[in-house]
Structure formats: structure tokens, C-alpha cells
């Protein structure tokens, strides 16, 4: 699993990600996600390839407030899930962080998507409860 810059070579393989059935109202369209870090210049798109194939679609950020670095957008294409792509895709990008120098990492999901809860509950990350946007927060201590 490698995570690559969003680009003209690759944007349109990431806007044809689709979520399974059931997790639309959980995730907004790639295509919608991409246009946010175009127009919104805060986030930065990453394709999540799997070998030379899009499997998914990842964005982070940094909030300027309190320097944590933010995870968003994750899609995990309806047919390449169930692979371990979304966990290899949040830990490549915790990494990243870490060395970044970062020491904290935070991201927000649907309260009731509790497959996201579960997954970055296991990957260490805790609720706050804070909410953005109407979804809970949890952060991770880098450091």
C-alpha cells in the first residue's frame, strides 16, 4: 500500500471511488473531496494505491490552531474493502506525520459509522467529545 499525491495522472481513478452500500450517507463523493482541497486549499488529496491501483482516497491537514494534523475523506473503494486498505492508509499516514514532526493526530467520524469507530479505536485513537460538524472527534497522541 503507498500513498501518492492527487494529480492529472490520477484524479479522475479517484473520483470514480465509490463507497459500499450503506456507507454513502457516512462519506461525501470523492469528487466532492477533491474539489474541497482544490478550492478550499486547506486539505491535501492522496490516492491510496494498491500495487499500480486506486484503491481509496485519503486527505489531511493541519489545523492552525493547535498544530494537530488532521485526517479526512477516507474511501475505500465498495469492491477493494475488507483488504486492510483503510488501516494501511491511516497508519502510512500517521507515520508520515510522526515524521513530520507532529505530535498529535485527530479526525472525526458519523457517531453512528461504527465501523470507523472501531477502526481508528483500534489503531489507537480515542474520542474527545468534541464534535466538528456534528461528528464525534478522536485524537492520537504522536509523541
Not at 479505536?121 to 467529545?129: A, H, Q, V
Request: glycine fraction near 10%; proline fraction near 3%.
Amino acid at each position: 500500500m503507498e500513498l501518492r499525491d492527487v494529480d492529472e495522472s490520477n484524479w479522475q481513478a479517484c473520483a470514480a471511488i465509490r463507497p459500499a452500500s450503506g456507507q454513502e450517507h457516512f462519506v461525501a463523493p470523492v469528487a466532492w473531496y477533491l474539489c474541497m482541497c482544490n478550492y478550499e486549499h486547506t486539505w491535501r488529496p492522496l490516492a491510496v494505491y494498491a500495487g499500480d491501483e486506486i484503491v481509496g482516497h485519503v486527505m489531511w491537514a493541519v489545523d492552525p490552531e493547535d498544530g494537530s494534523y488532521w485526517i479526512g475523506g477516507l474511501v475505500i473503494d465498495a469492491d477493494r474493502q475488507g483488504e486492510g486498505s483503510g488501516r494501511a492508509a491511516v497508519a502510512t499516514l500517521l507515520e508520515r506525520f510522526r515524521e513530520a514532526g507532529a505530535v498529535a493526530a485527530a479526525l472525526s467520524y458519523q457517531p453512528e459509522n461504527e465501523r470507523a469507530r472501531a477502526l481508528y479505536k483500534s489503531l489507537g485513537f480515542r474520542e474527545t467529545g468534541e464534535r466538528a460538524d456534528g461528528e464525534a472527534v478522536a485524537r492520537l497522541a504522536l509523541s
